[in-house]
């Protein structure tokens, strides 16, 4: 025999079996990974696109060869592939198609676009737009040399047809098959799985009622939940299928795959048909992916290394973002279903919050991480975002954390600080409104949306507790890891997910008809670690971690039984048919060590019992067990002929059994290390290592040889292919030995073909290779064939579970299937053998070993027990020795320390002593602390909370007794009150209207301090100086003109005062169908109140407003309650807690007198003695605070007691053990205490006693006969202690009697409580009921009542408004009539200036009246308006010059810019203007129009908008009022219980109280007299009204005489008053028009100015003058000074003829010396006649100016000028 230890693999390189040349890897794998879609390409040049972070590539851009060529239908060109074109599907023929030589991976070149930020993270994508048609592909033409890319055509842009489909066999991953070899394809075939991957995330997904899908290694299986059939889908890498999704309208699912830089390929449904795939997303696998709520983008993250999250077009194959999502683990990545915008990713000790935002460099991924703050970091498996953005996930300790603006906002509990969950939340949904929690701990539990919605933190620890509306705990021991909904129509079904290794069907409906939670499928939890076939049919046996072992018929595709243990199970073999012939047994190791022995049999072939149950397909039964090891069993082997059993541990031991001798243990052996396989050796063995197989040859079976002599090298060696990394788990051969079945590290299967003529390793050389468990966990366990070689089992680590069918010649029947072993003969009468369920169980070794350390033991003990008997003797003979020296005489005795051999001895034991008791209490610390925590939460559960305890008070003579009430804190509902949430907010029209206000007088306020300000600045500005004539002269015309002005406005106020009071009064006039609103107000009244008493049963019942109830409302009353009983219960409380310390008072007054009393007794004869009263006893009942009071003593009473009662075992003992330990307290305490009576009382009583009486004390003396005085004073004292002995027993009695009296008059108080408080709870039961009924309608009639009170707050709003305009339009109607009488003012004006018979009136009018075109001031303005208005105003304006032409053609006979002959100038000039006044006004009145008009537009609209919304709060209210009625309805089925009395029973028949009382009403005394009341009272009331009205018609006949009277008055007046406006004026005018008119404003105001311009112009006439005798005087010097310059040009002139002759004289005389004249004298000749001349005209100018300014009147002339500006033409005067 040999066995296989652990060995470390040894590393050699070596190739993979898909890395062979591109010929090879397409004929063997298909070429399913070198197939791309047409989704995008882009033109090439010479060298190759690169990717950059800034213009990020699309996966298909990435280019890692230059000889990549494509081409596109279009263009006819060949590709590299142009060979394989026949292979294409139809579906792909008819579509572009992009084919690349290789995948596209990450090469070295190109830049990482993965960039980490703790809080912030952007990554901006390819896309600058988030618009998904602009997503097209391109089509990429074949690389030419430089000449030919000048020639390329541009890139066409094409979209990816929606009808585009993929060919799932050229995606689907195929087997593979070494090359020129006979294997076929399909060598191996999956028939069936029998495992689940139960704790992979969200690994259970729904595509319809009946179909659920989940993960099993490289298959995806679909479920058919009603037949159990199943389908399968391959994966298309090969390499595992990470997860998968659902698309929300159930038309799509997605499958992640694994690998390197996988693919994820969406699948149609129910077609499942390839229709997109989406490339590089990741590097090694997916993590999570899911759509979004509208289903058009679809998100996934990546698992390690790069935990990358990409958003996806996925209908273009298109990545929108990506962005690295976090440095660890990540688990989910979801939508908000409210806002798409925003992600939410979680995972390893985080959670991030992302959201799609538009930056100016185009779309972004921003990512904020979750901060804990005082909050344990946690891992986060499930969330849920809330509609308002906020996010609720769960924790590691079941509480559940609301996430806001990235930090917690509040973690939630449940009440008493319990976690929400015991252990992590696995998922958080939102479904109808409820928040559903699902747990690890198997319960799924409902929460209140709107209360999570709303929490927020109420103290500093953060919490806040909350209680689910509804909970179910689905069953022991599951582990609910996900759920998903069935769409079935009336039901709430939910599919469970369980991590234990089930799927559930729950029922959450929670109502009356809520079915229990249907188990629908079990399977492994957890890695399968062994499995076993029948040698004789088609049974399979399974064993794994999960504690259970499994019988599976793998033909018909059933699980048969299963078996739970207390461990997990690591090994098992089938028990051969040698030792059992039926193959019935099953032999299991455990991780405990222990090996058990399962027999399998059809319980069908037992004897039938009546009341037998349900009779199952199989059955297990425990036939031995035994335990050889003690640590896990990892191997187990029969010897060939099957008389020896071999198992083999992780403890470096091998065990034998004698299986004839029922597995009597041989012996065992040490290996080197744990033990992984056993086998009984043939001549030759197989074994394997990383990258090879061996081949071994054992030394032959001889005894004669020593077995040391082995041989330990190999006679052989294989290479295996690809098997460096993923080395072989374990080796099988099928039956014939043709086939050698390898499972690999990685899950994968591989066969080698062997040569049955060849059995050297050189001919494993073919081989068959396909991955079928998870490429990353799913490495096989274990292997098997089926007795007949037709099937293969394999068990991974994943927990799958593969059947498959091994390719043969013989066809397998479809209705095949295995046979159970019959049961034995009397198997049912065997008893079962005793299970060995505690893992710390002796193994056999250890057992043996324990055996001899107890016989060892017992021999020691036998010993010690001989040295204590010597011991004994000892002592005895010492304390004799102790007793002979008491004996002695003092002198002669030895002292006590004398008998110490060593003094030392003695303290070393107390020492010791000490030592041991501080040890002991060292040991005990731990304990007491934490017997001591134990009762302080036993005090703040129990006691704490307790307001008062029961207290019973005895009466002393009779039984009566009265309790107390036990009392707690007051309930929740008495603490709080809760807002209503149907109580109507103010709105914002209230708030507005307040604020405008306040608003408008502030501004009003500020506008008169302001124009304070400047009247003040203005006065202290003027200066006094003394007025002038003139200003005298202006002032008093002014104040003539105010005063007329003045006295013409008031006659204008009076009449509008009084035109105002008769429109006042004629408003005040009611109409014919007027009604008094006090009147209409009363008959509501009387109609809502008075004799309407509908019941609330009626379906006609209206709920009045101040009746509506809701749960605020209800919880409040319920509170009140509460406080009224608490408060009632408390008083009462009180006072019998007064009576009971009355009783003790009395009993302490008792003892005191009855001490007395026993004093008095003792000076009296016997015989005069009157019997001693009994003192009353305090019962322990009656002060239950005694039993929290105890002593070392009671402690030790008690302890006895509990021994006493353990030790006998009695039923009456346990009885009175039961009671509790209060109990021995309380009795124990009483006993000592002395019938409780404190020390206190007891010396009141001693003092008492002493000084009440003063009893003599005789002195002991001789006895001698008293005397005559002695006996009198005698008797005298004998008289006076009966009186007091008989006084002391009668108070006695009377203190008994006046306590009793009290008590039994308290106990009446209390029973008429009792029965209030019982009426009270029966009310509280019912206020209870409606509290859980109406929270039920709180949801929707909240929402009932937000749509009201929006509805009106929106009618309010909108009535504000339309009485805005109305104001509005009455401002603009009176700013109208003010223009309009301004015109009749400024006509009646024009009127009394023109006066009567003006022959120019006519004229003036025509002026006054034409049409002028005038240039309009265009105000530059922002309004909207404007624009709006523009056509309108321009039709009115195009209008207005087509009647000023009209007006224009009609007065071309006269011309308005001259005055007339004969007219007056100045009323010329006043026409002219009071015609610019009249255009004013006329524009002004268009303007105001126009506004009147656009105002009347906007009313109607908003009439309209008034009316829509009045009837949506009418529908509204009405909805609101039928939810009400509903709500009642429901109410009143209530039942509400009323005790009546019978003679409140007034519904009688017959004279007898009828059987059935349904008909019956229940009404109240007081409101029945109130409405027999209110007959009387209506009565009278009628009589009143009849006479009133009576009296009414009266007046009304008199008021109508009156008014025909006075009609008559005023046509009389009216007549006078126009005969005496015809006598004085001629003619009937309008005195309103008179009065007005009186004074001429315009005309006062001309004249003021023309005054002022006179005085003006005087002023400035003086000014004149002033300055014309100014020039004058300076005329005159000017005058004086030219006429001295000309005396001195005079004198010049002489001297110059002087010296003009004298210079001819000196010519002549010298003429002959000089020839002729010089230059120079030629020129001054010449300076100087110019200048002569000049100054001649100079003074013939001045002689001018001087006659000129001589004249009278003369013009001054200009200054002279230069001779040669002499132009100037003179001046005519």
């Known amino acids: 025999m040999s066995w296989k230890a652990g060995r470390r693999p040894r590393m050699r390189p070596t190739a993979r079996p898909g890395s062979a040349s591109l010929e090879e890897g397409w004929r063997c794998l298909g070429n399913w990974s070198k197939r791309r879609p047409p989704v995008e390409a882009v033109k090439r040049g010479a060298a190759a696109v690169s990717s950059t972070f800034e213009e990020m590539k699309e996966p298909d851009d990435q280019d890692t060869d230059g000889e990549k060529s494509v081409t596109s239908n279009s263009d006819g060109k060949k590709s590299l592939r142009s060979s394989k074109s026949e292979s294409r599907s139809p579906v792909q023929e008819d579509n572009t198609f992009l084919e690349d030589a290789t995948d596209e991976t990450f090469t070295e070149g190109e830049e990482s676009y993965l960039e980490e930020d703790s809080d912030e993270e952007r990554l901006e994508g390819s896309l600058s737009s988030f618009q998904y048609d602009d997503l097209q592909s391109t089509t990429v033409s074949q690389q030419t040399p430089a000449p030919a890319v000048e020639e390329a055509e541009e890139e066409v842009k094409k979209k990816i047809s929606e009808s585009f489909f993929y060919d799932y066999m050229e995606l689907a991953s195929m087997p593979f098959v070494t090359l020129d070899s006979d294997i076929p394809l399909d060598l191996l075939t999956l028939v069936h799985s029998f495992g689940y991957d139960c704790r992979k995330r969200a690994n259970l997904q729904l595509l319809d009622n009946s179909i659920a899908v989940y993960i099993a290694g490289n298959q995806l299986i679909f479920l058919n939940l009603k037949t159990k059939e199943q389908t399968y889908l391959r994966s298309s890498s090969g390499e595992g299928i990470g997860v998968i999704g659902v698309h929300p309208h159930k038309t799509y699912f997605t499958v992640a795959e694994k690998g390197s830089f996988p693919d994820i390929i969406i699948y149609e449904y129910p077609s499942l048909r390839p229709y997109r795939i989406l490339r590089d997303g990741t590097e090694k696998g997916y993590a999570y992916v899911n759509f979004n709520y509208s289903g058009t983008l679809l998100a996934s993250v990546g698992s390690n290394p790069d935990y990358t999250l990409t958003i996806w077009n996925w209908k273009e194959e298109q990545p929108i973002l990506r962005t690295k999502a976090f440095s660890q683990e990540v688990f989910k990545v979801t939508f908000n279903p409210d806002n798409e915008e925003q992600l939410t990713t979680s995972g390893s000790g985080h959670i991030k919050f992302w959201e799609m935002a538009f930056t100016f460099t185009g779309l972004k991924l921003q990512g904020s991480l979750g901060r804990f703050g005082k909050t344990t970091t946690t891992d986060i498996e499930g969330y849920m975002e809330l509609p308002d953005g906020k996010v609720l996930s769960g924790s590691e300790w079941g509480n559940m954390l609301l996430w806001e603006g990235g930090l917690i906002k509040v973690e939630l509990c449940r009440g008493t600080s319990k976690s929400c969950h015991n252990g992590p939340i696995n998922q958080i949904m939102l479904d109808e409104g409820e928040v559903i929690t699902v747990g690890s701990d198997g319960c799924v539990r409902i929460w209140d949306f709107e209360t999570i919605d709303t929490a927020d933190i109420i103290d500093e620890t953060g919490l806040l507790e909350i209680e689910p509306i509804n909970e179910l705990q689905v069953d022991k021991n599951v582990n609910l890891f996900s759920m998903t909904k069935m769409s079935e129509a009336g039901n709430n079904f939910w599919l469970a997910q369980d991590a234990n290794g089930a799927i559930w069907k729950l029922d959450l409906s929670f109502s009356n008809i809520t079915q229990d939670p249907e188990f629908l499928f079990s399977f492994h939890s957890g890695a399968v670690e062994a499995v076993a076939v029948s040698p004789l049919t088609y049974l399979m046996a399974t064993t794994a971690l999960d504690c259970s072992v499994r019988i599976y018929d793998f033909a018909s595709k059933t699980l048969l039984a299963q078996m739970k243990f207390k461990q997990g ?400 804190q007051p309930s929740k509902y008495s603490k709080f009150k809760r807002a209503s949430q149907s109580e109507r907010k103010p709105s914002k029209l209230d708030r507005f209207e307040k604020e405008g206000t306040g608003r408008k007088d502030s501004q009003r306020d500020a506008g008169g301090s302001i124009a304070i300000q400047e009247e003040s600045i203005i006065e202290k500005g003027k200066k006094f100086r003394p007025k002038t004539l003139s200003e005298i002269m202006v002032e008093n015309q002014i104040e003539k003109t105010r005063k007329l002005i003045l006295k013409a406005e008031r006659a204008q106020l009076k009449i509008q005062q009084r035109k105002k009071e008769w429109e006042e009064l004629y408003k005040s006039k009611p109409g014919d169908d007027y009604e008094d609103p006090k009147d209409l107000q009363a008959i509501k009244e009387a109609q809502e109140y008075m004799g309407d008493f509908n019941l609330k049963t009626a379906p006609d019942y209206k709920i009045p407003e101040h009746m509506r109830i809701n749960a605020a409302k209800k919880e409040e009353e319920l509170g009140h309650l509460d406080s009224l009983v608490h408060g009632n219960k408390r008083y009462m409380n009180k006072c019998i807690l007064s009576l009971r310390d009355l009783k003790v008072a009395v009993v302490e007054e008792i003892q005191c ?53 353990d030790d006998e075992k009695s039923p009456r003992v346990e009885q009175t053990g039961s009671e509790g330990p209060g109990g021995g307290f309380l009795k124990l305490s009483s006993g000592k205490d002395g019938d409780l009576t404190t020390r206190d009382s007891m010396s009141r009583s001693s003092k008492a006693s002493t000084f009440s009486l003063d009893i003599p004390k005789y002195m002991e003396f001789e006895k001698a006969e008293p005397t005559d005085m002695e006996l009198e004073i005698m008797k005298r004292d004998e008289i006076k202690h009966m009186y007091m002995q008989q006084y002391l027993v009668n108070r006695v009695k009377e203190l008994i009697v006046t306590f009793d009296a009290e008590l039994r008059l308290l106990r009446h108080q209390k029973l008429k409580l009792d029965t209030q408080m019982k009426l009270s709870d029966l009310h509280h039961v019912t206020l209870f009921q409606e509290i859980l009924l109406l929270k039920n309608f709180e949801k929707q009639e909240n929402i009932l009542q937000e749509r009201v009170n929006s509805l009106d707050k929106e009618e309010q709003y909108m009535q504000w408004k339309i009485n805005e305009t109305l104001k509005e339009m009455e401002e603009k109607k009176n700013e109208i009539t003010k223009l309009q009488e301004q015109e009749k003012a400024l006509y009646a004006g024009f009127q009394t200036a023109v006066g009567e018979n003006n022959k120019f009136a006519n004229f003036l009018m025509k002026v006054l009246k034409k049409k002028i075109k005038r240039v309009k001031k265009k105000e530059v303005e922002g309004d909207a308006d404007e624009d709006e208005e523009s056509e309108e105003s321009s039709e009115e304006e195009s209008s207005l010059e087509s009647d000023e032409d009209e007006s224009e053609s009609e007065d071309e006979v006269f011309d308005d810019s001259i005055c007339p002959t004969n007219c007056d100038v100045a009323l010329f000039e006043l026409t002219l203007q009071l015609r610019e006044k009249r255009l004013d006004i006329e524009e002004a009145l268009v303007e105001e129009k126009k506004v009147v008009d656009n105002l009347k537009k906007e009313y109607d609209t908003l009439s309209k908008k008034v009316k829509i919304v009045a009837t949506n709060l009418n529908a509204a209210e009405e909805a609101l009022e039928a939810y009400q009625r509903e709500k009642q309805q429901r109410l009143n089925e209530l039942l509400v219980v009323i005790p009546l009395k019978l003679h409140q029973i007034e519904y009688v028949v017959f004279g007898e109280i009828p059987s059935d009382l349904s008909g019956t009403l229940v009404f109240s005394n007081h409101a029945l007299k109130r409405l027999q009341e209110r007959i009387h009272e209506l009565q009278e009331e009628n009589s009143k009204q009849q006479k009133l009205n009576k009296e009414w018609r009266e007046r009304r006949k008199q008021l109508i005489r009156e008014k025909r009277e006075m009609t008559k008055t005023i046509h009389k007046m009216e007549e006078t008053v126009r005969q005496l406006m015809i006598s004085k004026f001629g003619r009937v005018v309008n005195l309103e028009a008179l009065q007005t008119l009186s004074v001429n404003t315009t005309l006062e105001e001309l004249k003021i100015r023309k005054l002022r311009k006179e005085l003006a112009n005087a002023k400035e006439m003086k000014m004149w003058e002033e300055k014309i005798a100014q020039m004058r005087w300076e005329l005159m010097m000017k005058t004086k000074e030219h006429t001295r310059k000309l005396y001195q040009m005079n004198d010049l002139c002489i001297e110059k003829k002087k010296l003009d002759s004298r210079l001819n004289t000196l010519q002549n005389q010298q003429g002959n010396a000089f020839q002729g004249l010089r230059e120079a004298d030629v020129v001054a000749r010449e300076e100087v006649t110019e200048l002569i001349q000049l100054q001649a005209e100079r003074i013939s100018a001045l002689k001018e100016e001087i006659a000129l300014l001589r004249r009278k009147g003369g013009l001054i002339l200009p200054p002279i000028q230069s001779p040669q500006e002499k132009e100037m033409q003179p001046v005519d005067l």
């Open 569 to 968: 199970g690591t090994a098992l073999v089938w028990v051969p048919r040698m030792v059992n012939f039926t193959g019935a047994e099953i032999i299991v190791g455990f991780e405990d060590g222990v090996v058990r022995i399962l027999e399998l049999y059809d319980p069908k072939g037992l004897t039938v019992f009546v009341g037998r149950k349900k009779i199952s397909d199989a059955d297990i039964r425990l036939k031995q067990v035994f335990k050889p090891h003690t640590a896990c069993v990892t191997a187990l082997a029969y010897e060939r002929d099957g008389e020896i059993l071999a198992t083999g541990s992780k403890d470096q031991t091998v065990f034998f059994f004698e299986v004839e001798m029922d597995y009597k243990p041989i012996g065992y052996i040490n290996t080197p290390g744990p033990v992984c396989q056993l086998m009984w050796s043939p001549m030759s063995h197989g074994d394997y290592d990383s990258g090879f197989l061996y081949h071994c040859e054992f030394p032959p079976c001889d005894e004669s040889r020593d077995f040391k002599e082995q041989k330990d090298e190999p006679i052989d060696v294989r290479y295996l292919e690809d098997t460096e990394d993923n080395p072989i788990q374990t080796i099988t051969f099928n039956i014939n030995k043709v086939m050698m079945f390898c499972g690999m590290k990685n899950g994968a299967i591989r066969v080698y073909v062997l040569n049955q003529n060849d059995p050297s390793l050189t001919s494993l050389v073919d081989y068959w290779h396909f991955n079928m468990h998870d490429n990353n966990y799913g490495c096989i366990k274990s292997m098997a064939s089926s007795f007949d070689d037709r099937f293969l089992v394999t068990v991974g680590a994943d927990g799958n579970i593969f059947v498959f069918n091994i390719v043969s010649e013989f066809m397998l029947r479809k209705d095949i299937k295995a046979k159970l072993p019959s049961p034995r003969f009397g198997i049912e009468t065997e008893p079962i053998p005793e299970d060995i369920e505690d893992p710390k169980a002796y193994s056999i070794e250890n057992a043996r070993r324990k055996r001899e350390h107890d016989k060892l033991m017992k021999e020691v003990e036998e010993i010690k027990a001989r040295k204590r008997e010597q011991i004994k003797a000892l002592r005895i003979k010492f304390c004799k020795l102790l007793e002979m020296n008491e004996e002695l005489p003092k002198h002669m005795q030895f002292k006590r320390t004398d008998f110490d051999v060593d003094s030392k001895i003695r303290a070393e034991m107390h020492r010791k002593t000490a030592f041991k008791i501080q040890q002991v209490e060292k040991e005990l610390a731990w304990e007491k602390e934490k017997h001591e925590l134990g009762l302080m939460k036993l005090k703040n559960r129990f006691r704490d909370p307790l307001e008062s305890d029961t207290i019973v008070v005895h009466a002393i003579l009779s039984d009566h007794k009265i309790s107390s009430y036990r009392l707690v």
């Open 1153 to 1205: 007198l009855v001490q007395e009393l026993k004093n008095i007794q003792s000076a009296l004869h016997v015989s005069k003695h009157i019997p001693i009263p009994q003192i009353p006893q305090i019962h322990p009942e009656e002060v239950p605070e005694k039993r929290f009071q105890y002593d070392e003593e009671t402690l030790l009473n008690f302890k006895q007691q509990h021994m006493k009662s």
